[in-house]
Protein backbone atom coordinates (compact mmCIF):
# COMPACT_ATOMS: atom_id res chain seq x y z
CA UNK A 1 0.00 0.00 0.00
CA UNK A 2 1.19 3.90 -1.15
CA UNK A 3 2.17 5.69 2.65
CA UNK A 4 1.97 9.05 0.89
CA UNK A 5 -1.07 10.28 -1.60
CA UNK A 6 1.32 11.60 -3.52
CA UNK A 7 3.26 8.94 -5.71
CA UNK A 8 5.54 11.03 -6.87
CA UNK A 9 7.00 12.04 -3.59
CA UNK A 10 6.63 8.69 -2.28
CA UNK A 11 9.06 7.63 -4.96
CA UNK A 12 11.41 10.54 -4.17
CA UNK A 13 11.30 9.30 -0.56
CA UNK A 14 11.57 5.97 -1.24
CA UNK A 15 14.04 5.75 -4.46
CA UNK A 16 15.16 8.95 -6.14
CA UNK A 17 17.34 10.00 -3.68
CA UNK A 18 19.35 6.87 -3.95
CA UNK A 19 19.75 7.34 -8.10
CA UNK A 20 23.68 8.94 -8.43
CA UNK A 21 23.55 10.58 -11.45
CA UNK A 22 21.21 13.18 -12.65
CA UNK A 23 20.76 12.49 -15.76
CA UNK A 24 19.93 8.53 -14.82
CA UNK A 25 17.61 10.76 -11.92
CA UNK A 26 15.92 12.76 -14.84
CA UNK A 27 15.31 9.70 -16.97
CA UNK A 28 13.77 7.37 -13.72
CA UNK A 29 11.84 10.49 -12.67
CA UNK A 30 10.30 11.15 -15.83
CA UNK A 31 9.60 7.21 -16.12
CA UNK A 32 7.46 7.09 -12.91
CA UNK A 33 5.35 10.35 -14.17
CA UNK A 34 4.81 8.47 -17.22
CA UNK A 35 3.70 5.33 -14.79
CA UNK A 36 1.48 7.95 -12.78
CA UNK A 37 -0.07 8.25 -16.07
CA UNK A 38 0.64 11.56 -16.63
CA UNK A 39 0.81 12.70 -20.02
CA UNK A 40 4.36 13.59 -20.25
CA UNK A 41 6.40 13.69 -23.73
CA UNK A 42 9.46 16.15 -22.57
CA UNK A 43 10.70 16.77 -19.51
CA UNK A 44 13.68 19.29 -19.10
CA UNK A 45 15.87 20.16 -16.21
CA UNK A 46 18.26 22.93 -16.11
CA UNK A 47 20.82 22.80 -13.19
CA UNK A 48 23.77 25.54 -12.45
CA UNK A 49 27.45 24.72 -12.44
CA UNK A 50 30.33 25.79 -10.38
CA UNK A 51 32.19 25.17 -13.21
CA UNK A 52 35.31 26.81 -14.41
CA UNK A 53 34.06 26.57 -18.17
CA UNK A 54 30.33 26.03 -18.22
CA UNK A 55 27.46 27.91 -16.10
CA UNK A 56 24.97 24.94 -16.04
CA UNK A 57 23.73 21.72 -17.56
CA UNK A 58 20.58 20.74 -19.23
CA UNK A 59 19.01 17.42 -18.90
CA UNK A 60 16.65 16.73 -21.33
CA UNK A 61 14.14 13.63 -21.37
CA UNK A 62 12.01 12.90 -24.39
CA UNK A 63 9.25 9.60 -24.18
CA UNK A 64 9.54 9.05 -27.95
CA UNK A 65 13.36 7.95 -27.34
CA UNK A 66 13.28 7.19 -23.51
CA UNK A 67 16.74 8.68 -23.53
CA UNK A 68 18.26 11.66 -20.96
CA UNK A 69 20.10 14.34 -23.45
CA UNK A 70 22.96 16.00 -21.44
CA UNK A 71 23.55 19.35 -23.33
CA UNK A 72 26.61 21.46 -20.61
CA UNK A 73 27.75 23.71 -24.02
CA UNK A 74 24.22 25.07 -24.45
CA UNK A 75 24.76 27.53 -21.02
CA UNK A 76 28.85 27.80 -21.60
CA UNK A 77 30.99 29.97 -19.99
CA UNK A 78 33.31 30.35 -23.00
CA UNK A 79 33.14 33.43 -25.23
CA UNK A 80 33.26 31.30 -28.65
CA UNK A 81 29.46 29.64 -26.83
CA UNK A 82 27.32 32.82 -27.32
CA UNK A 83 23.88 32.96 -25.67
CA UNK A 84 21.33 32.71 -28.58
CA UNK A 85 17.99 34.38 -28.97
CA UNK A 86 16.43 30.66 -28.19
CA UNK A 87 18.53 30.77 -24.67
CA UNK A 88 17.44 34.54 -24.06
CA UNK A 89 13.84 34.15 -25.68
CA UNK A 90 12.60 31.45 -23.88
CA UNK A 91 10.40 30.19 -20.28
CA UNK A 92 13.46 29.62 -18.76
CA UNK A 93 15.11 32.33 -18.95
CA UNK A 94 12.07 34.23 -17.97
CA UNK A 95 12.21 32.22 -14.65
CA UNK A 96 16.22 32.68 -13.86
CA UNK A 97 15.78 36.38 -13.83
CA UNK A 98 12.98 36.57 -11.97
CA UNK A 99 10.69 38.12 -14.61
CA UNK A 100 8.29 35.32 -13.86
CA UNK A 101 7.29 32.54 -11.08
CA UNK A 102 6.09 30.07 -12.84
CA UNK A 103 4.63 29.22 -16.58
CA UNK A 104 2.13 27.74 -17.76
CA UNK A 105 0.83 28.06 -21.46
CA UNK A 106 -1.64 25.58 -23.30
CA UNK A 107 -0.08 24.72 -26.78
CA UNK A 108 -3.22 23.34 -28.47
CA UNK A 109 -4.87 26.49 -28.32
CA UNK A 110 -5.71 27.64 -32.27
CA UNK A 111 -3.81 30.52 -33.66
CA UNK A 112 -1.81 30.97 -30.29
CA UNK A 113 0.87 33.76 -30.72
CA UNK A 114 4.01 32.52 -28.28
CA UNK A 115 6.23 35.24 -27.35
CA UNK A 116 8.17 32.65 -26.33
CA UNK A 117 9.53 30.61 -29.91
CA UNK A 118 11.03 27.56 -28.37
CA UNK A 119 6.97 26.69 -27.40
CA UNK A 120 6.23 27.10 -31.24
CA UNK A 121 8.51 23.99 -31.79
CA UNK A 122 7.02 22.23 -28.95
CA UNK A 123 3.97 22.35 -30.23
CA UNK A 124 5.09 21.62 -33.85
CA UNK A 125 6.19 18.16 -31.98
CA UNK A 126 2.40 17.75 -30.77
CA UNK A 127 2.64 19.27 -27.29
CA UNK A 128 -0.37 20.51 -26.03
CA UNK A 129 0.55 21.89 -22.93
CA UNK A 130 3.88 23.31 -21.55
CA UNK A 131 4.50 23.94 -17.74
CA UNK A 132 8.12 25.63 -16.33
CA UNK A 133 8.70 26.25 -12.65
CA UNK A 134 11.18 27.14 -10.23
CA UNK A 135 13.68 24.53 -8.39
CA UNK A 136 14.85 26.74 -5.44
CA UNK A 137 18.36 25.37 -3.87
CA UNK A 138 18.74 26.19 -0.03
CA UNK A 139 21.47 28.63 -0.81
CA UNK A 140 18.71 30.28 -2.94
CA UNK A 141 19.72 29.23 -6.45
CA UNK A 142 17.25 29.14 -8.68
CA UNK A 143 17.43 26.04 -11.18
CA UNK A 144 14.20 25.33 -13.17
CA UNK A 145 12.39 22.19 -14.64
CA UNK A 146 9.69 22.05 -17.34
CA UNK A 147 7.08 19.67 -18.43
CA UNK A 148 5.82 19.44 -21.69
CA UNK A 149 2.33 16.95 -22.27
CA UNK A 150 0.83 15.72 -25.52
CA UNK A 151 -2.53 14.82 -24.73
CA UNK A 152 -5.27 16.67 -25.66
CA UNK A 153 -6.31 19.56 -23.44
CA UNK A 154 -2.84 18.89 -21.61
CA UNK A 155 -2.20 18.42 -17.62
CA UNK A 156 -5.62 17.98 -15.37
CA UNK A 157 -5.46 20.38 -12.57
CA UNK A 158 -4.78 17.47 -10.20
CA UNK A 159 -1.84 16.67 -12.01
CA UNK A 160 -0.18 20.29 -11.51
CA UNK A 161 -0.81 19.86 -7.75
CA UNK A 162 0.90 17.07 -7.79
CA UNK A 163 3.68 18.43 -9.50
CA UNK A 164 3.26 21.80 -7.28
CA UNK A 165 3.41 19.42 -4.15
CA UNK A 166 6.68 17.06 -5.01
CA UNK A 167 8.63 20.23 -5.87
CA UNK A 168 10.54 21.01 -2.55
CA UNK A 169 11.22 17.52 -2.24
CA UNK A 170 13.02 17.45 -6.16
CA UNK A 171 14.65 20.67 -5.44
CA UNK A 172 16.41 18.69 -1.73
CA UNK A 173 17.15 15.93 -3.75
CA UNK A 174 18.54 17.67 -7.20
CA UNK A 175 20.40 19.89 -4.57
CA UNK A 176 22.30 16.84 -2.90
CA UNK A 177 23.19 15.55 -7.08
CA UNK A 178 24.63 19.36 -7.18
CA UNK A 179 26.39 19.30 -4.21
CA UNK A 180 28.11 16.32 -5.22
CA UNK A 181 28.71 16.97 -8.90
CA UNK A 182 29.79 20.63 -7.17
CA UNK A 183 32.45 18.54 -5.26
CA UNK A 184 34.03 16.13 -7.83
CA UNK A 185 34.28 18.97 -10.01
CA UNK A 186 36.74 20.96 -7.64
CA UNK A 187 38.20 18.44 -7.10
CA UNK A 188 39.12 17.21 -10.58
CA UNK A 189 39.91 20.82 -11.42
CA UNK A 190 42.24 21.91 -8.53
CA UNK A 191 43.85 18.33 -7.87
CA UNK A 192 43.24 16.45 -11.35
CA UNK A 193 40.76 13.69 -12.37
CA UNK A 194 42.86 10.48 -10.30
CA UNK A 195 44.10 12.27 -7.58
CA UNK A 196 40.70 13.97 -7.08
CA UNK A 197 38.96 10.65 -7.34
CA UNK A 198 41.52 9.61 -4.18
CA UNK A 199 40.40 12.23 -2.48
CA UNK A 200 36.64 11.73 -2.91
CA UNK A 201 37.20 7.98 -1.69
CA UNK A 202 38.68 8.74 1.36
CA UNK A 203 42.53 9.54 1.30
CA UNK A 204 42.63 12.71 3.40
CA UNK A 205 44.33 12.43 6.09
CA UNK A 206 48.39 13.38 6.15
CA UNK A 207 50.43 10.50 5.33
CA UNK A 208 47.52 8.95 3.63
CA UNK A 209 48.89 7.34 0.35
CA UNK A 210 50.90 4.44 -1.66
CA UNK A 211 54.19 3.86 -3.91
CA UNK A 212 53.66 3.46 -7.51
CA UNK A 213 56.00 3.61 -10.47
CA UNK A 214 55.79 5.97 -13.12
CA UNK A 215 57.11 8.25 -15.59
CA UNK A 216 57.67 11.47 -14.08
CA UNK A 217 57.35 15.03 -15.96
CA UNK A 218 58.89 17.92 -15.10
CA UNK A 219 58.74 21.19 -17.44
CA UNK A 220 60.14 24.63 -16.82
CA UNK A 221 59.41 28.07 -19.09
CA UNK A 222 62.42 29.51 -19.75
CA UNK A 223 63.45 33.11 -19.41
CA UNK A 224 59.89 33.85 -17.27
CA UNK A 225 61.89 35.92 -15.03
CA UNK A 226 62.69 38.64 -17.54
CA UNK A 227 59.24 38.42 -18.98
CA UNK A 228 57.41 38.79 -15.25
CA UNK A 229 59.96 41.59 -14.53
CA UNK A 230 59.17 43.33 -17.83
CA UNK A 231 55.27 43.04 -18.18
CA UNK A 232 52.24 43.92 -16.38
CA UNK A 233 51.39 40.93 -14.32
CA UNK A 234 48.06 40.43 -16.54
CA UNK A 235 49.89 40.30 -19.76
CA UNK A 236 52.63 38.08 -17.99
CA UNK A 237 49.43 35.94 -16.33
CA UNK A 238 48.09 35.39 -20.26
CA UNK A 239 51.28 33.71 -20.96
CA UNK A 240 51.52 31.41 -18.65
CA UNK A 241 48.33 30.06 -19.12
CA UNK A 242 49.07 30.05 -22.90
CA UNK A 243 52.21 28.02 -21.63
CA UNK A 244 50.26 25.58 -19.71
CA UNK A 245 47.38 25.28 -22.20
CA UNK A 246 50.18 23.72 -24.26
CA UNK A 247 52.07 21.60 -21.84
CA UNK A 248 49.58 20.30 -19.02
CA UNK A 249 47.09 20.31 -22.31
CA UNK A 250 48.72 17.49 -24.07
CA UNK A 251 49.64 15.72 -20.83
CA UNK A 252 45.99 15.65 -20.05
CA UNK A 253 45.00 14.70 -23.46
CA UNK A 254 47.36 11.63 -22.96
CA UNK A 255 45.89 10.49 -19.98
CA UNK A 256 48.74 11.98 -17.86
CA UNK A 257 48.08 13.64 -14.24
CA UNK A 258 48.78 17.53 -13.78
CA UNK A 259 50.28 17.63 -10.11
CA UNK A 260 51.57 21.00 -9.76
CA UNK A 261 51.74 23.90 -11.11
CA UNK A 262 55.05 25.35 -9.63
CA UNK A 263 55.27 29.05 -10.36
CA UNK A 264 55.22 28.41 -14.46
CA UNK A 265 56.84 24.83 -14.14
CA UNK A 266 54.64 21.78 -14.52
CA UNK A 267 55.04 18.39 -12.40
CA UNK A 268 52.91 15.77 -13.75
CA UNK A 269 53.14 11.69 -13.97
CA UNK A 270 52.12 8.84 -16.17
CA UNK A 271 51.79 5.95 -13.76
CA UNK A 272 52.86 2.39 -14.85
CA UNK A 273 50.32 0.61 -12.62
CA UNK A 274 53.35 -1.00 -10.77
CA UNK A 275 53.09 -0.65 -7.34
CA UNK A 276 57.25 -0.58 -7.83
CA UNK A 277 60.12 -0.92 -10.07
CA UNK A 278 59.35 -4.65 -11.96
CA UNK A 279 62.30 -6.61 -11.85
CA UNK A 280 64.57 -8.69 -14.25
CA UNK A 281 64.72 -5.94 -16.51
CA UNK A 282 61.33 -6.58 -18.16
CA UNK A 283 58.96 -3.44 -18.47
CA UNK A 284 55.81 -4.76 -17.77
CA UNK A 285 53.25 -2.19 -17.97
CA UNK A 286 55.76 0.73 -17.95
CA UNK A 287 55.88 0.63 -21.59
CA UNK A 288 52.36 2.39 -21.97
CA UNK A 289 53.04 5.02 -19.70
CA UNK A 290 56.51 5.85 -21.70
CA UNK A 291 54.50 5.87 -24.92
CA UNK A 292 52.15 8.21 -23.54
CA UNK A 293 54.41 10.47 -22.08
CA UNK A 294 56.77 10.78 -25.09
CA UNK A 295 53.26 11.00 -27.28
CA UNK A 296 52.52 14.18 -24.94
CA UNK A 297 56.03 15.62 -25.43
CA UNK A 298 55.64 15.33 -29.03
CA UNK A 299 51.60 17.15 -28.93
CA UNK A 300 53.30 19.97 -26.43
CA UNK A 301 56.35 20.60 -29.06
CA UNK A 302 53.48 21.28 -31.45
CA UNK A 303 51.28 22.99 -29.29
CA UNK A 304 54.10 25.23 -28.54
CA UNK A 305 55.58 25.32 -32.40
CA UNK A 306 51.89 26.78 -33.16
CA UNK A 307 51.56 29.14 -30.47
CA UNK A 308 54.70 30.72 -31.30
CA UNK A 309 53.37 31.55 -34.87
CA UNK A 310 51.33 33.65 -33.46
CA UNK A 311 53.10 35.03 -31.29
CA UNK A 312 55.15 35.75 -34.06
CA UNK A 313 52.67 37.26 -36.08
CA UNK A 314 51.80 39.91 -33.34
CA UNK A 315 55.97 40.75 -33.12
CA UNK A 316 55.87 38.43 -29.90
CA UNK A 317 59.16 36.77 -29.11
CA UNK A 318 58.87 32.97 -29.10
CA UNK A 319 58.06 30.73 -25.95
CA UNK A 320 61.09 27.84 -24.44
CA UNK A 321 60.38 25.49 -22.55
CA UNK A 322 63.33 22.49 -21.03
CA UNK A 323 61.54 19.47 -20.25
CA UNK A 324 62.64 16.26 -18.26
CA UNK A 325 61.40 12.55 -18.58
CA UNK A 326 62.29 10.17 -15.60
CA UNK A 327 61.38 6.98 -14.22
CA UNK A 328 61.07 5.49 -10.97
CA UNK A 329 59.31 4.75 -7.89
CA UNK A 330 57.38 7.97 -5.92
CA UNK A 331 54.94 7.75 -2.77
CA UNK A 332 51.81 9.17 -4.36
CA UNK A 333 49.47 10.87 -1.58
CA UNK A 334 49.05 13.94 1.27
CA UNK A 335 51.93 15.93 2.82
CA UNK A 336 51.65 18.91 4.01
CA UNK A 337 50.28 20.30 7.56
CA UNK A 338 47.14 18.25 8.93
CA UNK A 339 44.68 21.92 8.26
CA UNK A 340 46.54 22.04 4.82
CA UNK A 341 47.40 19.25 2.78
CA UNK A 342 48.43 18.75 -1.10
CA UNK A 343 48.12 15.25 -3.07
CA UNK A 344 51.62 14.99 -5.08
CA UNK A 345 54.23 12.97 -5.49
CA UNK A 346 57.85 12.88 -3.26
CA UNK A 347 61.02 10.66 -3.57
CA UNK A 348 64.01 10.69 -5.36
CA UNK A 349 63.13 9.66 -8.69
CA UNK A 350 60.72 13.33 -8.40
CA UNK A 351 63.68 15.04 -7.40
CA UNK A 352 65.79 13.92 -10.05
CA UNK A 353 62.99 14.11 -13.44
CA UNK A 354 63.70 18.01 -11.83
CA UNK A 355 67.74 18.03 -11.91
CA UNK A 356 67.63 16.69 -15.33
CA UNK A 357 64.83 19.16 -16.57
CA UNK A 358 67.96 21.80 -14.99
CA UNK A 359 70.25 20.12 -17.01
CA UNK A 360 68.80 21.46 -20.63
CA UNK A 361 70.10 24.68 -20.29
CA UNK A 362 73.68 23.71 -19.90
CA UNK A 363 72.90 20.73 -23.08
CA UNK A 364 71.42 23.47 -25.12
CA UNK A 365 67.89 20.89 -25.47
CA UNK A 366 64.43 21.03 -25.28
CA UNK A 367 63.63 18.30 -23.93
CA UNK A 368 66.25 15.79 -22.04
CA UNK A 369 65.44 12.04 -21.22
CA UNK A 370 66.82 9.50 -18.44
CA UNK A 371 68.53 6.24 -18.51
CA UNK A 372 65.84 4.44 -16.55
CA UNK A 373 63.22 6.06 -19.09
CA UNK A 374 64.77 4.92 -22.11
CA UNK A 375 65.10 1.05 -20.50
CA UNK A 376 61.42 0.85 -21.87
CA UNK A 377 61.80 2.36 -25.23
CA UNK A 378 65.30 1.06 -26.46
CA UNK A 379 65.86 2.13 -29.33
CA UNK A 380 63.68 5.04 -29.97
CA UNK A 381 65.83 7.68 -28.50
CA UNK A 382 69.25 9.52 -29.05
CA UNK A 383 72.09 9.23 -26.47
CA UNK A 384 73.87 12.35 -25.18
CA UNK A 385 76.54 10.82 -22.89
CA UNK A 386 77.17 10.72 -19.25
CA UNK A 387 76.26 13.34 -17.35
CA UNK A 388 76.14 14.11 -13.51
CA UNK A 389 72.85 15.40 -12.23
CA UNK A 390 72.91 18.45 -9.57
CA UNK A 391 72.69 16.73 -6.23
CA UNK A 392 73.44 13.25 -7.45
CA UNK A 393 76.62 11.82 -7.23
CA UNK A 394 76.68 8.98 -10.15
CA UNK A 395 77.46 10.04 -13.44
CA UNK A 396 74.14 9.37 -15.63
CA UNK A 397 73.31 8.73 -19.56
CA UNK A 398 71.03 10.71 -21.07
CA UNK A 399 69.19 10.61 -23.58
CA UNK A 400 67.01 13.28 -26.32
CA UNK A 401 64.46 12.58 -28.94
CA UNK A 402 65.70 11.25 -32.35
CA UNK A 403 64.40 13.88 -34.72
CA UNK A 404 66.01 17.08 -33.95
CA UNK A 405 63.21 19.31 -35.71
CA UNK A 406 60.46 17.44 -34.34
CA UNK A 407 62.33 17.51 -30.75
CA UNK A 408 63.02 20.96 -30.64
CA UNK A 409 60.88 22.92 -33.04
CA UNK A 410 60.54 26.51 -32.27
CA UNK A 411 61.93 25.69 -28.01
CA UNK A 412 65.21 23.89 -29.43
CA UNK A 413 67.37 25.77 -26.82
CA UNK A 414 67.68 29.04 -24.97
CA UNK A 415 70.53 30.26 -27.65
CA UNK A 416 68.06 30.16 -30.34
CA UNK A 417 64.95 31.74 -28.15
CA UNK A 418 67.40 34.45 -27.21
CA UNK A 419 68.36 35.26 -30.85
CA UNK A 420 64.76 35.16 -32.10
CA UNK A 421 64.00 37.94 -29.23
CA UNK A 422 66.96 39.97 -30.44
CA UNK A 423 65.71 39.54 -33.77
CA UNK A 424 62.38 40.65 -32.47
CA UNK A 425 62.72 43.20 -29.98
CA UNK A 426 65.07 44.80 -32.83
CA UNK A 427 61.85 44.75 -35.71
CA UNK A 428 59.57 46.34 -32.73
CA UNK A 429 62.17 49.13 -32.30
CA UNK A 430 61.96 49.90 -35.97
CA UNK A 431 58.33 49.90 -36.12
Known amino acids: MAWCANPIVEWLLSEGWRIEHPSEFVQRLAERLVQAEFPLSRLLCLMHALHPQVIGTSYVWRRDTGLTEISPREYSRSPDVPRTPSHIDSPISAILDGTAESI ?15 LAELRGQGGTDYVAMPLLFSDGQINVITFTADRAGGFRKSELEQIDQMLPMLARVLEVHYLRRTAKTLLDTYLGKHTGERVLNGSIRRGDGEDIHAAIWFCDLRDSTRMADSMCRKAFLAILNDFF ?90 IGVPTRLEFTVIGA ?47 QEVFTLPDEEAARGFARHDTDCRLQRRITSGARSRL
Open 245 to 334: DCIAGAVLDHQGEVLRFIGDAVLAIFPTGEASTARNGECCSRESACQAALAAVTDAQGRIKELNRRRLRKREPPLCFGLGLHMGDVTYGN
Open 104 to 118: RLRLDVPDTKFDFPA
Open 349 to 395: AANEAVRLEGLCKTLGESVLISSEFEHCIPGELVSLGHHTLRGVSAA
